[in-house]
């Protein structure tokens, strides 16, 4: 049973740095797209970054190009989103999700098929 476990949320200002990892066991990572989503309170859950099984063609939505990086670690088994430049919209839980194969682009909750629990972001003004 696949697992992935978030980790590196927490408390910044505006303007600072964050850097989130995923975990992920009972899978072979090296084949699994990996995207990271988020949460704000009362809005749907939306799509942050995407990246393919081999570390290339980034998708990564709008409001965060620039100042966001998805990356990952196929011997670790570790996924990362490393975000700078912080602004108080992005305050959010953020989740990464899994999917097995190959694919570019994928903006939907629905193409992926695991997820994690969960990290909480908090950007104060």
């Known amino acids: 049973q696949v697992q992935l476990v978030e980790s590196g949320g927490g408390l910044v200002q505006a303007g600072g740095s964050l850097r989130l990892s995923c975990a992920v066991s009972?899978?072979?990572?090296?084949?699994?797209?990996m995207g990271w989503f988020r949460q704000a309170p009362g809005k749907e859950r939306q799509s942050v970054a995407t990246i393919t099984p081999g570390g290339g063609n980034p998708y990564y939505t709008d409001s965060v190009k620039g100042r966001f990086t998805i990356s990952r670690d196929n011997i670790k088994s570790t996924l990362y989103l490393q975000m700078n430049s912080l602004k108080p919209e992005d305050t959010a839980v953020y989740y990464c999700?899994?999917?097995?194969?190959?694919?570019?682009?994928?903006?939907?909750?629905?193409?992926?098929?695991?997820w994690g629990q969960g990290t909480q972001v908090t950007v104060s003004s």
């Open positions: 009972g899978r072979t990572f090296s084949r699994q797209t």
């Open positions: 999700a899994a999917r097995d194969g190959i694919f570019y682009g994928l903006r939907s909750q629905s193409s992926f098929d695991s």
